[in-house]
C-alpha cells in the first residue's frame, strides 16, 4: 500500500439502529476518496452488519461487554490478552481522518486512544454527548439533536467539504444468508399465505413495548384480510414471548426469533412485502433492504430516529407526553393507545 493512500476510520460502536444510520456516510467517504483504505470501529452486536461491506477494507471489533463478563468472571489474565491485541490493532495505523459519529464517551475513550492527523466530529452542545469533543482536533459546529440521526452523519462529512450524494446502504448480504432464509421459510410452503409478511414486536425498552394480544389480533386480521404468511423475528431471548403473542392467534404463524443473524435478518426482510416494527434495530435494517417499514412509536421521536425515506409509515398515539426518552414507564399509555386498526390500515396503505 503506497504511503499516499489515504488511511480513514469510523468510530460508530452502537447500536444497530445507529450503525445502519452511519452506512450511507461510509458510501459518500468510499465515492470521494476511491482509494482510501477505510476502517470501522464497532462492538461486536453490531459488527455482522459490516462484515464484507464492499466499501469497507478494515474492521476493527470492541468486545467490551464480553470482556466485561469475563472480568468478572475471574477470567483475569486471558481477558487482558485480548483487550491488548485489541489496542494493538487500534493504535497500529496513523489515520489521515478519524470521524466520530459516536459523539460520547465510550467512543471517546478510544478515539483518545488511537493515532490519527485529524479526529473530526462535532462540538460542544448536542444531547448525549458527554463532553467527548475533548479529544477531538476538529471540532465542526453542533447540529440539532431534531434532525434525523441518519442526517445528522451526513452534516459531519459535509461540514468537512465531503459531498455525500445518494443515500446508499448497501448491507452485504451474501449467497450463504439468502440460502439460509430459503431454508428457513421454505419447509412453510404449505401455509396458505400469499404475502409474506415480517413482524418484529420485541425491544429492549420495556416503554416500546407494544401488548401481546394486539400483535396477535393484527397478524390474524392480516392473515384473514390478504391471506398473509406471518413471520415473526427477533432474538433468541425473544422466543418466550412470541410464543405467547402466537398462543393468542386463531391462525398459525412461524417464529424465526433466533434463527438469524443480522445480515441473514437483512436477507429475510428482503423477502417480505412489508414489515411491521416496534422502534428497535430491526426496523431500521428492513429500512435499509427498501422494504416498507410500518413503525410503531411511542416515548422515542420519529422524526429523529424512524425509518428514514418516503415509503415508510409509523403509527403513534395522540400523548401530550411523547417523546419522553423513558426506557420505563409506569403507564405505557403513548403505546396502549395505539389501536389494532391504525395499525390494519397502514399495513393496508403499503400493500394498496
Same mark, same amino acid.
Given at each position: 500500500?503506497?504511503?499516499?493512500?489515504?488511511?480513514?476510520?469510523?468510530?460508530?460502536?452502537?447500536?444497530? &439502529?445507529?450503525?445502519?444510520?452511519?452506512?450511507?456516510?461510509?458510501?459518500?467517504?468510499?465515492?470521494?476518496?476511491?482509494?482510501?483504505?477505510?476502517?470501522?470501529?464497532?462492538?461486536?452486536?453490531?459488527?455482522?452488519?459490516?462484515?464484507?461491506?464492499?466499501?469497507?477494507?478494515?474492521?476493527?471489533?470492541?468486545?467490551?461487554?464480553?470482556?466485561?463478563?469475563?472480568?468478572?468472571?475471574?477470567? /483475569?489474565?486471558?481477558?487482558?490478552?485480548?483487550?491488548?491485541?485489541?489496542?494493538?490493532?487500534?493504535?497500529?495505523?496513523?489515520?489521515?481522518?478519524?470521524?466520530?459519529?459516536?459523539?460520547?464517551?465510550?467512543?471517546?475513550?478510544?478515539? !483518545?486512544?488511537?493515532?490519527?492527523?485529524?479526529?473530526? &466530529?462535532?462540538?460542544?452542545?448536542?444531547?448525549?454527548?458527554?463532553?467527548?469533543?475533548?479529544?477531538?482536533?476538529?471540532?465542526?459546529?453542533?447540529?440539532?439533536?431534531?434532525?434525523? !440521526?441518519?442526517?445528522? &452523519?451526513?452534516?459531519?462529512?459535509?461540514?468537512?467539504?465531503?459531498?455525500?450524494?445518494?443515500?446508499?446502504?448497501?448491507?452485504?448480504?451474501?449467497?450463504?444468508?439468502?440460502?439460509?432464509?430459503?431454508?428457513?421459510?421454505?419447509?412453510?410452503?404449505?401455509?396458505?399465505?400469499?404475502?409474506?409478511?415480517?413482524?418484529?414486536?420485541?425491544?429492549?425498552?420495556?416503554?416500546?413495548?407494544?401488548?401481546?394480544?394486539?400483535?396477535?389480533?393484527?397478524?390474524?386480521?392480516?392473515?384473514?384480510?390478504? /391471506?398473509?404468511?406471518?413471520?415473526?423475528?427477533?432474538?433468541?431471548?425473544?422466543?418466550?414471548?412470541?410464543? #405467547?403473542?402466537?398462543?393468542?392467534?386463531?391462525?398459525?404463524?412461524?417464529?424465526?426469533?433466533?434463527?438469524?443473524?443480522?445480515?441473514?435478518?437483512?436477507?429475510?426482510?428482503?423477502?417480505?412485502?412489508?414489515?411491521?416494527?416496534?422502534? #428497535?434495530?430491526?426496523?431500521?435494517?428492513?429500512?435499509?433492504?427498501?422494504?416498507?417499514?410500518?413503525?410503531?412509536?411511542?416515548?422515542?421521536?420519529?422524526?429523529?430516529?424512524?425509518?428514514?425515506?418516503?415509503?415508510? /409509515?409509523?403509527? #403513534?398515539?395522540?400523548?401530550?407526553?411523547?417523546?419522553?426518552?423513558?426506557?420505563?414507564?409506569?403507564?405505557?399509555?403513548?403505546?396502549?393507545?395505539?389501536?389494532?386498526?391504525?395499525?390494519?390500515?397502514?399495513?393496508?396503505?403499503?400493500?394498496?
Amino acid at each position: 500500500m503506497s504511503s499516499s493512500t489515504p488511511h480513514i476510520l469510523i468510530v460508530k460502536l452502537s447500536a444497530i &439502529g445507529d450503525v445502519v444510520h452511519t452506512l450511507p456516510a461510509l458510501n459518500a467517504l468510499r465515492r470521494h476518496f476511491p482509494e482510501a483504505h477505510i476502517t470501522w470501529l464497532v462492538e461486536a452486536a453490531a459488527a455482522g452488519l459490516l462484515e464484507g461491506h464492499p466499501a469497507l477494507d478494515r474492521l476493527i471489533v470492541s468486545h467490551r461487554q464480553q470482556w466485561a463478563r469475563a472480568l468478572k468472571a475471574g477470567e /483475569r489474565h486471558r481477558t487482558l490478552r485480548r483487550v491488548g491485541r485489541f489496542l494493538t490493532d487500534l493504535r497500529d495505523t496513523r489515520y489521515d481522518m478519524i470521524f466520530d459519529f459516536q459523539a460520547a464517551l465510550k467512543g471517546a475513550m478510544l478515539i !483518545a486512544l488511537t493515532r490519527g492527523k485529524r479526529k473530526i &466530529g462535532f462540538g460542544p452542545g448536542m444531547q448525549h454527548q458527554e463532553h467527548s469533543y475533548l479529544v477531538l482536533n476538529q471540532r465542526v459546529p453542533m447540529i440539532s439533536m431534531e434532525v434525523h !440521526a441518519l442526517e445528522r &452523519g451526513l452534516a459531519l462529512l459535509k461540514a468537512v467539504d465531503i459531498p455525500t450524494g445518494a443515500i446508499e446502504y448497501r448491507l452485504p448480504i451474501s449467497t450463504a444468508a439468502r440460502d439460509k432464509v430459503a431454508g428457513l421459510i421454505g419447509p412453510e410452503a404449505s401455509l396458505p399465505g400469499d404475502v409474506p409478511i415480517a413482524i418484529n414486536p420485541m425491544a429492549k425498552w420495556e416503554s416500546k413495548l407494544w401488548l401481546p394480544d394486539r400483535f396477535a389480533q393484527l397478524a390474524d386480521r392480516l392473515i384473514d384480510r390478504y /391471506r398473509a404468511t406471518i413471520y415473526f423475528t427477533g432474538g433468541p431471548q425473544d422466543r418466550e414471548a412470541i410464543d #405467547t403473542i402466537q398462543h393468542g392467534m386463531r391462525h398459525k404463524s412461524i417464529n424465526l426469533a433466533g434463527h438469524t443473524s443480522l445480515i441473514e435478518l437483512a436477507a429475510l426482510y428482503e423477502q417480505m412485502a412489508c414489515v411491521i416494527s416496534t422502534d #428497535t434495530g430491526p426496523m431500521h435494517i428492513a429500512a435499509a433492504v427498501e422494504r416498507p417499514v410500518v413503525a410503531l412509536f411511542g416515548p422515542t421521536a420519529e422524526w429523529r430516529t424512524g425509518p428514514f425515506g418516503d415509503r415508510h /409509515r409509523v403509527v #403513534t398515539a395522540s400523548e401530550r407526553c411523547r417523546p419522553c426518552f423513558k426506557r420505563k414507564c409506569p403507564e405505557l399509555r403513548c403505546m396502549e393507545k395505539i389501536p389494532v386498526e391504525q395499525v390494519l390500515q397502514q399495513v393496508e396503505g403499503i400493500l394498496a
